[in-house]
T-cell receptor, first 113, second 113 residues
Framework: AQSVTQLDSQVPVFEEAPVELRCNYS??????LFWYVQYPNQGLQLLLK??????LVKGINGFEAEFNKSQTSFHLRKPSVHISDTAEYFC???????????FGTGTRLTVIP | NAGVTQTPKFQVLKTGQSMTLQCAQD?????MSWYRQDPGMGLRLIHY???????DQGEVPNGYNVSRSTTEDFPLRLLSAAPSQTSVYFC????????????FGPGTRLTVT
C-alpha cells in the first residue's frame, strides 16, 4: 500500500532564506509524485509534478523538487522565499495506473519578515 | 471559466440531518472527486467518478453517497450527519486520465453538532 510522510508539520523561515520541505513515500510499484499548495481559505493548486524523465522538476513560483528513487523521497525546495509563500504544502503520491491520490498530512510554511 | 465551484461555503447541521454538498465544473473534465480535510490528516478521498454514470469509493466512503448524472455536476450527500463528519470538504476535477492534475474548488466547511 502506498503512503506519504511529511516529516515537518511546521516550518518557519525568514524571508529570502532557502527552504526545504521534506516528503517521503512508500510504494512497491512505480509512482507519480506531486506537490500542492494551499493558501489560506483556498483550495489546493498544483505546484509541480514528477511523472517520468528528469528527476529534478521545476514548478511555479520558483519552487523545485527532486525525485530520489533510492531514498523514496521527493523534497521541495526554494532558494529564496517570499512572504507570499506562506501557505500549507501537501505532498501526494499515486501509483501508476491507479485512480486516486494519497496526500501527506501537510507542512505549514511560515515566512517571517 | 468559473472552474470548480462548491456550495455552500459554510454549513451547520444537527446530528441526524441530511444534506447535499454541491460541486460543479465548467471545464468538461471527466474525472471528479471529493475529499475531506481534517487537521493533521491531510486530504482523504471520499468518492470519485471517472465519467458520467460511473462512481467509485475512495478511502473514507462510509456515510456519504454520490452520483454523476452529468459531466458537470458531482454532488455529495450526507445521509445522516454525525459529529465525526465535521470537516472541510473539497471537490476536484481533472481532464481525462490526467486525474492527478486536479483543479480544486474553494471548499465547504461543515460543522455537525
Amino acid at each position: 500500500a502506498q503512503s506519504v510522510t511529511q516529516l515537518d508539520s511546521q516550518v518557519p523561515v525568514f524571508e529570502e532564506a532557502p527552504v526545504e520541505l521534506r516528503c517521503n513515500y512508500s510504494s512497491s510499484v512505480s509512482v507519480y509524485l506531486f506537490w500542492y499548495v494551499q493558501y489560506p481559505n483556498q483550495g489546493l493548486q498544483l505546484l509541480l509534478k514528477y511523472l517520468s524523465g528528469s528527476t529534478l522538476v521545476k514548478g511555479i513560483n520558483g519552487f523545485e523538487a527532486e525525485f530520489n528513487k533510492s531514498q523514496t523521497s521527493f523534497h521541495l525546495r526554494k532558494p529564496s522565499v517570499h512572504i507570499s509563500d506562506t501557505a500549507e504544502y501537501f505532498c501526494a503520491v499515486s501509483e501508476t495506473g491507479a485512480n486516486n491520490l494519497f496526500f501527506g498530512t501537510g507542512t505549514r510554511l511560515t515566512v517571517i519578515p | 471559466n468559473a472552474g470548480v465551484t462548491q456550495t455552500p461555503k459554510f454549513q451547520v447541521l444537527k446530528t441526524g440531518q441530511s444534506m447535499t454538498l454541491q460541486c460543479a465544473q465548467d471545464m468538461n473534465h471527466e474525472y471528479m472527486s471529493w475529499y475531506r480535510q481534517d487537521p493533521g490528516m491531510g486530504l482523504r478521498l471520499i468518492h470519485y467518478s471517472v465519467g458520467a454514470g460511473i462512481t467509485d469509493q475512495g478511502e473514507v466512503p462510509n456515510g456519504y453517497n454520490v452520483s454523476r448524472s452529468t459531466t458537470e455536476d458531482f454532488p455529495l450527500r450526507l445521509l445522516s450527519a454525525a459529529p465525526s463528519q465535521t470537516s472541510v470538504y473539497f471537490c476536484a476535477s481533472s481532464y481525462g486520465r490526467n486525474f492527478y492534475e486536479q483543479y480544486f474548488g474553494p471548499g465547504t466547511r461543515l460543522t455537525v453538532t
